[in-house]
């Protein structure tokens, strides 16, 4: 069963599943394949860092999959979209923080959000955009589809991308950046060379076989190398 989700720019779709529900990131969406490379590697860092992110599961379309949706639009779509997507588990009941609910988040869970933003160069947590829910009165992190935007232009990476500096100025949580600046080293001392690969493990060769490198190893490698070359410079800050 498969139901529309009105509120998101990415055309997620809710996957029912005898395993339960999943907000699901289609392949065939405008965002395409690197979004949903860019969600697990952030997911699988953000919860390196100690933060909630929705469980994350491969979601199998067949080409005929039946719609609850009467819409041409997401048909094209669902047609689009055969093989795997990425599904997140749905949390039933959550809802976007009020202001007052996202001032008495603690500095150090604030500090965490800002340096995993800057370290996967994320623009897309603003007041605005949130992209954080509350579920069992905890915050939990979503939609990191925009991140990584380095992937779109794997041509004009150099060794010294990695450390350009990010404007994190329209952030959710600018208004608490001397928090990141007090918490920033030991956030990127936590950080393992391991951790970094293992994120970037988990994606499905599936993903990687559209970056366009001769093989999902090579793709992964260079992920790898951008993301550890990048919490380098942040260390060094
Ligand atoms: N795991 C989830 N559980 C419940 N609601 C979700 C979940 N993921 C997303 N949503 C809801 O769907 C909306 C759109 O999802 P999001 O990941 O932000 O996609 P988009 O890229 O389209 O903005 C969110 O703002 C939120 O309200
Ligand atoms: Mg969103």
Redesign the pocket.
């Known amino acids: 069963m498969l139901q529309r989700?009105r509120?998101?720019?990415?055309?997620?779709v809710v996957v029912a599943t005898k395993g339960g529900r999943f907000?699901t990131?289609l392949r065939g969406s405008g965002?395409g394949v690197l979004s949903l490379i860019a969600e697990i590697i952030v997911a699988e860092i953000a919860e390196h860092l100690g933060l909630a992110v929705?469980e994350r599961v491969l979601i199998e379309l067949p080409s005929d999959v039946e719609s609850d949706d009467e819409n041409d639009e997401l048909a094209d779509l669902l047609r689009f979209s055969a093989g795997t997507n990425l599904g997140?588990?749905?949390?039933?009941d959550?809802r976007?923080p009020r202001p007052e609910e996202l001032r008495a988040l603690d500095d150090e869970f604030v500090a965490r959000v800002l340096f995993l933003d800057e370290l996967v160069t994320n623009l897309d947590r603003s007041p605005q955009?949130p992209?954080l829910?509350f579920?069992k009165r905890q915050p939990?992190l979503?939609?990191h589809?925009?991140a990584l935007p380095f992937h779109h232009h794997w041509d004009l990476v150099d060794h010294d991308t990695p450390g350009d500096p990010m404007d994190l100025s329209g952030h959710l949580f600018a208004d608490r950046l001397p928090s990141l600046d007090r918490h920033r080293a030991p956030l990127a001392a936590s950080l393992t060379r391991d951790a970094i690969e293992q994120a970037t493990a988990t994606v499905p060769d599936a993903f990687y076989s559209a970056v366009g490198t001769d093989s999902a190893l090579r793709a992964r490698a260079a992920y790898a190398a951008f993301l550890w070359l990048r919490l380098e410079a942040l260390r060094g800050q």
Do not use: H, M
């Open positions: 989700l509120s998101g720019s990415s055309s997620p907000v990131k965002q929705p997140f588990r749905w949390l039933d959550a976007t955009n992209n829910l579920w939990w979503i939609d589809g925009a």
